[in-house]
Each structure stands twice: as C-alpha cells, then as structure tokens.
C-alpha cells in the first residue's frame, strides 16, 4: 500500500471527533496507533505485528485497548455515522445491505460455524457479518459491520458466556432482522440516503421488504427468479358458490406466477447505467409493474393455501452478456424510468468492493482474538481507518476537480480563439487509487 507521507498527521487531526468519545489518556493514544497499524504497511493486520511495526505501543497495549480495556464504542459508532454522512450521505446516496464471510480454523471465535458463506459461493467454517456501506458517487463508507451467530451459537448460553456476548446480541436474528435493526440505527443518527438496496439473499425474505416500506423507504432490491408475483391489475373477486356453504373471503382473480414466467414476454432493452473503465456498462433489461405474492395467506379454489397480492412494485428483470439472469422487485415510483432501475438495482456492487478493500488492505479478517468484544473493536477501527482513506480520497478529488475548473476556463477562452475542445470527466472518474 503506497501511502504519502503526510498521512499520519492528517490521521491524528481526523481523529480528533471520534478520540472525544474516549475519555481514558491511554486509549485516546491507542485508538490512532491501532488504526494507523491497520493503514499503514505489512501484510498481517493482526496485533502482533501489528506492534512489532508500529514500535510505540507494545502488543500488550494494543491488545488491552481493542480486546480487554472497559470502554464504551457507541461514541465512536456516531462519530463514523456522522462522518460517513458528511462524506457520502444524502437523498441521492443508497443505504447498501450485504453480507461478507470470513473464514476460521476451530471452533471457539465467536459467531464461527459451518455455514452459507456468500463472498465464497459455498459453506465454509467461517464468521458471517452483516454489513451496512453508506455510498454515492461510486463512493462506498461503510457504517455497519455486525456478527451473525448461528444457531449453534445462540442456543448455547455457555459458549454466549465464554466467548462474552453482550446480553442484546444473543437474540437470536436472521441476516434480514439484522438488517433492519442496523437501518435502524443508522436511521436514528441522522444519516441521509434515498434508497435502501440488498442482493437476493435479503430481497427474498417478505418480512424485509415489508420493513423497509413501513418505515416510508425506497427499496431495490434481489428476488429469485421463482418469486410468485401477480398481474398490477390483479382484483380481488367474492367467488360464487357452486354448492356447499357460501364462501367468506375474497380471492385473486388471477394466478400468482414466477417472476421469470411473468417477465419472459415483455420487450427488452439495452441499458446503460453508467461508465465504467472499459466504456459504458450495459445489460438487457425488461420492468413491469406487479403486485408481489406475499399477502396474507389463504386457500384458494384447489390450489391449497396460496398468499395474496401485496404491495404494488416494479418487478425488474436482467439479462446479462454472460448470459446469466438476474430478477429484482422495486418499490421506487410508477414513473421512474427503466434507466434510473437499473442504476439503482446495479448501484449495489460498490458493497463489494469495500468488503475487498477492508480485507486485502486494512485487515478486516486478520482478528486473531475469539470474544464478541475484540472482534467488534476490531471491525469498528477497520471502519474508521477506512473512512478516513475514503475522506483523503474525495479530498484528493475535490482539488483535481477544482484544478480542473481552472483548465476548463482557459480551454473556453482557448476555443472562443478557433483550438479544438477536450473532453471533460466527473470527478468519480478521476478518483484516485484509495491508497
């Protein structure tokens, strides 16, 4: 990692607002060491060496401060989320949900368990985080990071203990009801965004979507291609009787089909979403709005207990170069156009690339320690020492983008004189490397 030389001391000023919520001498000096250790060289983020680099503090310190030491993290947790929301936030930013796994030998770090790791497509021994990324611009920060623990976990009080799980994080939650109680919180501190987006894993689950309508959010978000889904123009009928007793409910007129089904007739078109670095980044797209299957549910006519139409929606289909295919229900206005969709539903990679970030560059999955406590610091610094890179990023940015301005005036005077005129770029596409 090639960082420039004034990094250090741009770090101790940065940090000033999260250092105030540390109210200890010892941990205000620990807090910049251990986020420098991360950002700094070597490639081993593990306190160790960590420590042998550094050379100010000595591994017990560093050790004590992000696994033993008493000190509350929600003052630290606002000051992200508030600086995250200077950085990125507001009605054009989307609110990223995902998951990232990270792989572990044993079985006493805490959260670990044979389980669905979907960075890896398999199962794997491994700890599983929930993740929240605050992103615009192509920009991601990322505000959430929160274990999962299984169920192999949650049902053993004994091993909560041992491995010191705090009292309100051994519920026992699915990925989504995480999810929502992180939107929550990040909600509740203010942070701006317009539009909440999540892969299928996420999309898949009623209870989400219904969530984050409930709370007045604009949602886009993965299904599978069998999602069931209802014609928008779908009416409930009060059925006749043939014989037997007269029916109490109202039904469908229609059949509840899978997304794919409903879809496959549609016209398609190619899309542009925006440019990336090879050109212009297109798909096949097809939107039609739908009533999703998943109302209360009853028996209708013969086909047993099916759910009622819910909430109308845009039901999104992809078709992409390598021939996959991708579906995706929306909550966004009737009149958003297919383009704005796609934008949207495609917005949702930059979680991705700053799980990568966070693990090849700050280590993230270097934590060597086995307790909710050490892991949680651990994650909570790597989110700081990547929020500031990004905050150095956008700086850096920002006086391209000025020194650009300057040159844009000199070639409008230059072209009023008969010079040819060059092509302009946004700042996203000038980003320099986060380093």
Known sequence: MVVDEGWRSDLERWLEPFLAGLSHPARRRMCPQYVAGLIGPGDRKSVQPMAARGGEAGYDQLHHFVAAGVWDSAPL????????????????????????????????????????????????????????????????????????????????????????????????????????????????????????????????????????????????VGIPARQKVYVADVAMIFPVAGHGRPRQHHIPDSKSVAAETLLAGQPWRRVSWRRGTKGRLTARFAALRVRVADGPTQRIRDMGNQHLPGEEVWLVGEHRSTGERKYYLSNLPPDTPIRTLAGAIK?????????????????????????????????????????????????????????????????????QAGHPRHLRTTATDTLPPLQ
């Not at 519920?171 to 109680?181: F, G, N, Q, R, V």
């Not at 990568?356 to 909710?372: P, V």
Request: contains cysteine; proline residues 4%.
């Open 77 to 220: 947790e606002a000051a992200l989320l508030s600086e995250a929301d200077r950085l990125v936030g507001g009605v054009g930013a989307f609110l990223v949900i995902d998951d990232t796994a990270m792989p572990k030998k044993g079985r006493h770090s805490v959260g670990v368990a044979p389980q669905y790791a979907s960075s890896l497509g398999k199962n794997a021994n491994c700890q599983t985080m929930v993740s929240v990324t605050l992103a615009s611009r192509e920009v991601p920060v990322m505000v959430g990071l929160r274990l999962f623990l299984p169920e192999s976990w949650t049902g053993d009080p004994t091993r909560l203990a041992k491995a010191r799980v705090p009292a309100d994080r051994q519920a026992a939650l699915t990925k989504p009801e995480i999810a929502i109680e992180e939107i929550d919180r990040v909600r509740t501190a203010g942070v701006r965004f317009g539009c909440v987006l999540a892969d299928a894993g996420y999309g898949m689950s009623a209870p989400f979507r219904q969530a984050l309508s409930e709370r007045g959010l604009s949602w886009a």
């Open 347 to 415: 917005a949702r990679w930059i979680c991705e690339q700053a799980h990568q970030q966070l693990k090849e560059e700050l280590g993230l999955d270097h934590f060597e320690g086995r307790s909710w406590t050490g892991l949680h610091r651990h994650t909570l610094m790597t989110m700081i020492a990547y929020a500031f890179l990004q905050s150095r990023r956008l700086t850096a940015a920002g006086r391209k983008k000025k020194s650009r301005g300057t040159t844009t005036a000199t070639e409008h005077a230059g072209r």
